[in-house]
């Protein structure tokens, strides 16, 4: 914008001719100042306010040259205040109303930035919290609906469970033995259920214990605790049961206790007990009130495995038995005299 069409516009803001003077400007600048100050009018004046600033500013900053340029005179020659003191205020005090009104200017401005600012982050925060609300209602939501889901798939596992449990229990009573065997088959980790084990139970106590039916209950996914159940229920059976079964439910891993498996030694089928003997966890051996009552059976080929374990087993045979094996050396059997006569040496050996 070029010099005269600024200084123009400058003196229209300020109401005033293009032939004022620089004096008449300064007359107008007070009396508009004291009208549209925000601190008279409010805020509304603001805007007025900073034109009137800005023209009075650009009007004072012109230069001897450029007045003279622009057709524009400090004051007129013939209107010379009466008393200059009091009505024309030095160029000190009209510079520090400009600067003043210029620092307002900068401060309101600094102002309403910082208002922008403090309503940004408040609706900053306000999103925020209505965020972590609305994250909170839908893991409520969540959580509801997996707590149902889990108690309806429990429910249904459950009528599951008593269906297949029923089930199987009327099959495992069948009087014919390949429902049994279908039902043994389908048993799976079940049989570890209260109802299911006393199902097995009734089962191998009732009926004759066939290969398949040995082999498809040893093959049971019998848990430890379930298993030792099992065998104190059929402790009862143990000369019918087969090797197989046997051998499953009392040495397999952790082997059964040691009172138990002498209780099915004493009960044993003649095999079953050879069985026993030849696969007899590590630790403690046979206690001897349970050998001298194995070796006073009369079958030789079960005497000959129990003799012959023993030699296995004990480095030192123990006098108490010296007695019932010397009984053995008349046995019509020659290995089990034999076996008698060795381990009678032994003990002898020892004792001198």
Same mark, same amino acid.
């Given at each position: 914008?070029?010099?005269?069409?600024? =200084?123009?516009?400058?003196?229209?803001?300020?109401?005033?001719?293009?032939?004022?003077? *620089?004096?008449?400007?300064?007359? %107008?600048?007070?009396?508009?100042?004291?009208?549209?100050?925000?601190?008279?009018?409010?805020?509304?004046?603001?805007?007025? @306010?900073?034109?009137?600033?800005?023209?009075?500013?650009?009007?004072?900053?012109?230069?001897?040259?450029?007045?003279?340029?622009?057709?524009?005179?400090?004051?007129?020659?013939?209107? !010379?205040?009466?008393?200059?003191?009091?009505?024309?205020?030095? *160029?000190?005090? @009209? &510079?520090?109303?400009?600067? $003043?009104?210029?620092?307002?200017?900068?401060?309101?401005? $600094?102002?309403?930035?910082?208002?922008?600012?403090? &309503?940004? /982050?408040? %609706?900053?925060?306000?999103?925020?919290?209505?965020?972590?609300?609305?994250?909170?209602?839908?893991?409520?939501?969540?959580?509801?609906?997996?707590?149902?889901?889990?108690?309806?798939?429990?429910?249904?596992?459950?009528?599951?469970?008593?269906?297949?449990?029923?089930?199987?229990?009327?099959?495992?009573?069948?009087?014919?033995?390949? =429902?049994?065997?279908?039902?043994?088959?389908? *048993?799976?980790?079940?049989?570890?259920? &209260?109802?299911? *084990?006393?199902?097995?139970?009734?089962?191998?106590?009732?009926?004759?214990?066939?290969?398949?039916?040995?082999?498809?209950?040893?093959?049971?996914? @019998?848990?430890?605790?379930?298993? /030792?159940?099992?065998?104190?229920?059929?402790?009862?059976?143990?000369?019918?049961?087969?090797?197989?079964?046997?051998?499953?439910?009392?040495?397999?891993?952790?082997?059964?206790?040691?009172?138990?498996?002498?209780?099915?030694? !004493?009960?044993?089928?003649?095999?079953?007990?050879?069985?026993?003997? /030849?696969?007899?966890?590590?630790?403690?051996?046979?206690?001897?009130?349970?050998?001298?009552?194995?070796?006073?059976?009369?079958?030789?080929? @079960?005497?000959?495995? =129990?003799?012959?374990?023993? $030699?296995?087993?004990?480095?030192?045979?123990?006098?108490?038995? /010296?007695? =019932?094996?010397?009984?053995?050396?008349?046995?019509?059997?020659?290995?089990?005299?034999?076996?008698?006569?060795?381990?009678?040496?032994?003990?002898?050996?020892?004792?001198?």
């Amino acid at each position: 914008m070029a010099a005269s069409v600024k =200084v123009t516009h400058s003196l229209r803001v300020l109401g005033l001719s293009p032939d004022a003077t *620089l004096a008449e400007a300064r007359t %107008a600048f007070r009396n508009l100042a004291r009208t549209c100050h925000p601190d008279v009018v409010g805020k509304q004046g603001a805007r007025k @306010f900073e034109q009137i600033v800005g023209a009075y500013t650009f009007l004072k900053s012109l230069t001897e040259d450029e007045l003279q340029e622009n057709g524009l005179v400090r004051e007129r020659r013939d209107e !010379q205040p009466v008393e200059t003191a009091r009505t024309a205020p030095s *160029l000190g005090t @009209f &510079r520090w109303g400009w600067e $003043k009104a210029l620092t307002w200017v900068r401060k309101r401005r $600094k102002r309403v930035t910082e208002e922008n600012a403090w &309503r940004e /982050r408040q %609706a900053r925060e306000a999103e925020k919290r209505a965020a972590g609300l609305r994250t909170a209602a839908v893991e409520a939501v969540l959580s509801r609906g997996e707590r149902a889901l889990a108690e309806n798939l429990a429910r249904l596992e459950r009528d599951t469970l008593f269906c297949d449990t029923r089930g199987l229990a009327l099959r495992l009573a069948s009087d014919m033995p390949q =429902v049994r065997h279908l039902a043994l088959s389908h *048993l799976g980790a079940l049989v570890n259920h &209260r109802e299911m *084990l006393d199902a097995v139970a009734v089962l191998l106590r009732k009926w004759d214990i066939d290969d398949k039916t040995a082999r498809l209950a040893a093959d049971l996914p @019998f848990s430890p605790e379930s298993r /030792r159940a099992l065998v104190q229920k059929l402790a009862v059976r143990a000369s019918a049961m087969p090797n197989t079964l046997l051998t499953s439910l009392l040495l397999r891993d952790p082997p059964a206790d040691r009172d138990v498996l002498e209780l099915y030694l !004493q009960h044993a089928s003649p095999s079953g007990a050879s069985l026993l003997l /030849r696969q007899w966890p590590r630790g403690p051996f046979v206690s001897v009130p349970v050998l001298r009552r194995l070796l006073a059976r009369d079958d030789g080929t @079960f005497l000959i495995n =129990v003799l012959s374990t023993m $030699k296995q087993r004990f480095a030192v045979c123990p006098a108490a038995l /010296r007695d =019932v094996l010397t009984a053995r050396l008349s046995h019509p059997n020659m290995a089990v005299r034999v076996w008698s006569k060795t381990l009678i040496a032994q003990a002898s050996s020892v004792k001198g």
